[in-house]
């Protein structure tokens, strides 16, 4: 539902920037709906969001991928964003997922200079992100989903992992799952729709207003990932400033809809076998090479309006949005 | 007998002896009366500090719901806690109490840019309102404790602020008869370090400010929200201007730590002095901005006089230190667009809560 006021431009809302009664609304990624590429550890299509399996709004998000099917709970849940959701089930194994931010195939040390191929270095000033919906991919294609959990094994606040650079504790994403043999984890680059239109002030952490991912307006929804960071150029051997480092950003904010799942569907493949009482710890990694690829990536942003005043980062946030699905932003690490 | 009252015709002012007796003794009684009720009696409570009073769109409940399990917010404490905060026995000299640099007309704010301690010393940084801050996650500029409590006796024990040692300091009031019986009420015991730092953080607790026109407004009640201050929040909550990014809507704090080029290089390391990380060089904590028009001067180290200076560093996108955070950009805001935003921020005054007496020695 749109705000007072607004425009509609191929059936899709303006991002507002009222104060109050305001909503912004992104239209659907293009390429999005493509199923993903079965070898690609990045961006693909995944399992719909937002209650219509894979037909409707959802589908213009992930669209299914290889048949994959949703199951009906996940669907139920994704409609609705409850502080302590039921878990989906009693049991499991927690499977870890420690999370890595790579650049140039080395690991970034958050808050510290990290020197760039080209010269100069890149400091992370900032790294938040929000994971949900979180699925293992079995071999023949059906998806179990499963819930993101603590390492208590009980379901994370509104069954979504906060990644923060700042915080050690959230650097791993745990998951409870069935013992079996898997081919993938999927799960959303960001909220829900019945997340991502919840009001700050209202909520707790991760969603509360705290989380600095909130947009400008009481009601205008969350960043799904944000990216800071301070980049010094570096100097030749005889003490000139190095070409500037064009292709790096210094800021990214990617952000949803407040009428449509647009949460990026992201697969990472590879083999995860989960045995009965047993604990499996598999890393992945952010590769930002690949985030900054897809920032700059020429896609149609014909339908997309910067909010007025609004800079670059945002510009970005949605080019990178529209083209995860051809990115291997998300990957398993050795 | 003489008359009781003067003779009818009589000019004189004079009053019968008998009327004089009737109207002395009716001042007298006046008097007894008028002493009655303004003379403190041990029945009679100060005015509770204690309330339920919660600033708008802060949604994790009242003070008193949100104080630790350990220190639960009751009146006696926060009413001892009072009382410990304008103490300058606190100190090592007697001269300075936790009032003396955090003075109720500024928010409980320091407006000198650099606070000073006993004996003329002086630190580095501008003492912080002390406004709302029951729902804080991380205290000081620099963000180094994590609760009230351990918050309270830091300033007692810096050499340049208080500079006793807090034992002593729990000593000093352990042996302060008229303290005896406050904190048996209160911490049911004699005074000790714990529970003075307790009694502190109790008060503290209770400085909620939440009665401004912003929060009237967010209530709903648009009556002192006008028409510049509606244009001076659209201006904060945009991309624009881009307040909201360190500043969201309703809490006015993300609790989180920027640096958004208050200088260029050589000055205070601020949350690097905590976490030891490079990029945090320069970085302070996001204070939030109710009443920010009184508790000027503003930044870490007091160096913007008013906020006009305020709007106008932000305008320029800082002063240019290279680890300033990237969302501080120069910005391009009208004369105009610069008063709305002004306004917007004077909106967040809340005038009963600077001059609350409850919150006065």
């Not at chain 1, 900032?126 to 989903?145: E, I, K, N, W």
């Not at chain 2, 399990?69 to 007697?94: C, I, P, W, Y």
Request: with cysteine; aromatic share 8%.
């Amino acid at each position: 539902m749109c705000n007072k006021r607004p425009t509609v431009l191929r059936g899709v809302c303006l991002f507002s920037m009222l104060a109050t009664a305001s909503i912004g609304c992104m239209p659907a990624p293009e390429g999005g709906s493509a199923a993903g590429d079965a070898g690609a550890s990045g961006g693909a299509g995944g399992p719909g969001t937002g209650g219509a399996g894979t037909g409707g709004i959802a589908g213009s998000v992930g669209g299914g991928l290889g048949g994959a099917a949703i199951d009906a709970g996940v669907s139920s849940a994704a409609s609705a964003c409850v502080e302590s959701p039921p878990p989906l089930r009693p049991t499991g194994v927690i499977v870890e997922f420690p999370i890595e931010i790579a650049l140039g195939g080395k690991t970034l040390v958050f808050g510290e200079p990290n020197a760039l191929a080209a010269g100069g270095t890149l400091t992370p000033q900032d790294m938040r992100f929000y994971l949900s919906q979180a699925a293992l991919l079995r071999g023949d294609g059906t998806s179990v989903p499963v819930d993101i959990v603590t390492q208590a094994g009980t379901p994370e606040p509104y069954g979504i992992h906060f990644f923060n650079g700042d915080d050690v504790a959230s650097h791993t994403m745990r998951v409870l799952a069935p013992a079996g043999n898997y081919t993938a984890v999927t799960f959303l680059w960001g909220l829900t729709l019945a997340c991502n239109q919840g009001d700050a002030s209202q909520l707790h952490a991760p969603l509360s207003d705290t989380s600095q991912m909130t947009w400008p307006h009481l009601f205008g929804g969350y960043l799904f990932f944000k990216y800071g960071a301070s980049i010094m150029q570096g100097l030749s051997d005889a003490g000139a400033p190095s070409a500037p480092q064009a292709a790096i950003p210094s800021l990214i904010h990617m952000g949803g809809s407040l009428t449509m799942n647009v949460a990026p569907a992201i697969q990472v493949n590879g083999m995860l076998t989960v045995l009965a009482g047993g604990s499996v710890v598999k890393i992945i990694r952010v590769v930002l090479d690949e985030v900054f690829k897809g920032a700059a990536m020429n896609v149609d942003l014909m339908d997309f309006v910067v909010p007025p005043g609004g800079g670059d980062e945002i510009t970005l946030g949605e080019r990178l949005r529209r083209s995860t699905s051809g990115l291997k932003i998300f990957v398993f690490g050795s | 007998m003489p008359p009781l009252w003067p003779s009818r015709g009589s000019l004189s002012l004079t009053l019968s002896p008998w009327l004089s007796v009737v109207f002395a003794l009716a001042l007298f009684a006046l008097a007894c009366d008028q002493a009655a009720s303004t003379r403190p009696t041990a029945a009679t409570p100060p005015p509770a500090l204690v309330t339920d009073l919660t600033p708008a769109h802060f949604a994790a409940g009242t003070a008193a719901d949100v104080a630790p399990v350990d220190n639960a917010l009751t009146e006696a404490r926060a009413q001892l806690g009072k009382r410990l905060f304008f103490d300058k026995n606190l100190s090592r000299t007697g001269e300075v109490s936790c009032g003396t640099c955090h003075a109720p007309d500024h928010a409980f704010s320091d407006p000198s840019p650099i606070s000073t301690g006993v004996e003329e010393r002086t630190g580095t940084r501008n003492a912080p309102a002390l406004v709302n801050l029951a729902w804080g996650d991380s205290f000081f500029w620099d963000g180094r404790v994590r609760t009230l409590e351990e918050q309270a006796g830091k300033p007692i024990e810096n050499p340049v602020e208080m500079d006793l040692p807090v034992t002593e300091a729990a000593a000093r009031v352990a042996a302060d008869p008229t303290y005896a019986k406050s904190f048996d009420d209160a911490y049911f015991g004699p005074a000790t370090e714990e529970s003075l730092r307790k009694a502190l953080a109790s008060f503290v607790r209770t400085l909620v400010s939440g009665d401004s026109p912003y929060d009237r407004h967010l209530r709903g009640d648009e009556e002192e929200f006008g028409d510049a201050e509606r244009r001076g929040e659209d201006l904060f909550l945009s991309e624009k201007a881009a307040c909201f990014h360190c500043h969201p809507a309703g809490r006015l704090t993300d609790e989180g730590f920027f640096n958004n080029g208050t200088y260029v290089d050589g000055g205070d390391p601020g949350r690097q002095t905590v976490t030891g990380r490079t990029g945090d060089l320069g970085k302070f904590k996001v204070p939030g901005l109710r009443n920010v028009a009184a508790s000027a001067p503003y930044m870490h180290d007091g160096s913007l006089a008013t906020l006009e200076e305020v709007v106008d560093q932000y305008a320029r996108g800082g002063r240019g230190s290279p680890w300033t955070d990237p969302q501080i950009r120069p910005l391009t805001l009208s004369d105009d667009e610069k008063l709305d935003l002004l306004a917007f921020l004077r909106s967040l005054t809340d005038p009963v809560f600077l001059v609350d007496p409850r919150f006065r020695p």
